[in-house]
């Protein structure tokens, strides 16, 4: 399917952010879900097609986008200006289960993995019955990402960089670890998104305090759909798609592929 493109916006040196107009995503998608996008060229090339996760979506129809470029697919997305369309398949994929108790939720992204999380944040903060922590790092100030919009959701946000030039200096791991430690509460559930040392490291710290661990993983990506298993895992369930079983995981369910 095809959109229009509300906005598209530079928002640092790698980071892009955009909009486009599709009410009937906008009423199904769920956070932890994701798009295949394609850009619209002179090439067919089934290469062009890019997981790019969910990162907002608004009460007025438009869905919100926001990728870093890193290589030729994100580069000619860069190239979309406000007024044309984009090609879009989705929302695909397993996202985070939402609990409908109070609980005390634990949120931990690293770098790109940031924007399906404030999607998230969005959806439990709307609950209004949850105490809510974010716990957001990247390596150098300028990969933060999302910040003032996190702190619209709740008071509990932390920043941790790896370079000190924001927020706590070290891994974002260490200060949820820290917090953790010094609350000992109770009654918790984890999400977590980012890189696979980073969602290894969350899910040995987290599996001393609560069972419920859900980690979005991330794996090359041909079709999407689960039809070519170009992105098949091991799991306590045997192979698994991250596209469509995925990519949100129970962790206990996915230790050998964390542990590769
Ligand atoms: Fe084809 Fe997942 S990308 S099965």
Known sequence: MQYKIISHDQISPAYYHLSFYAPSLVE?????QFLMIRVLSDSFDPLLRRPI????????GSLEILYKTVGKGTYLLTRLMSGMNIDVLGPLGTGFAIPNEPKNVFIVGG??????LYFLTRRLASNNIHDIFVFNGARSKGDLLLV???????????????????????????????VLRERSQT?????????????????????????????SLENQMGCGIGACFGCSIDTTMGLKCICKDGPVFQADTVTNWLST
Do not use: W
């Open 28 to 32: 199904t998608a769920k956070p932890g």
């Open 53 to 60: 996760s969910i990162m907002n979506v608004t009460p007025d």
């Open 111 to 116: 770098g790109i993995g940031i924007p399906p």
């Open 148 to 178: 003032d919009r996190f702190k619209t959701l709740t008071p509990h946000i932390f920043l941790a960089t790896e370079d000190g030039s924001a927020g706590v200096k070290g891994l974002v791991t260490d200060t949820f670890e820290q």
């Open 187 to 215: 009654n918790i559930v984890v999400y977590a998104c980012g890189p696979k040392s980073m969602l290894k490291s969350c899910a040995s710290i987290a599996l001393k305090y609560t069972g419920d661990i859900q980690l």
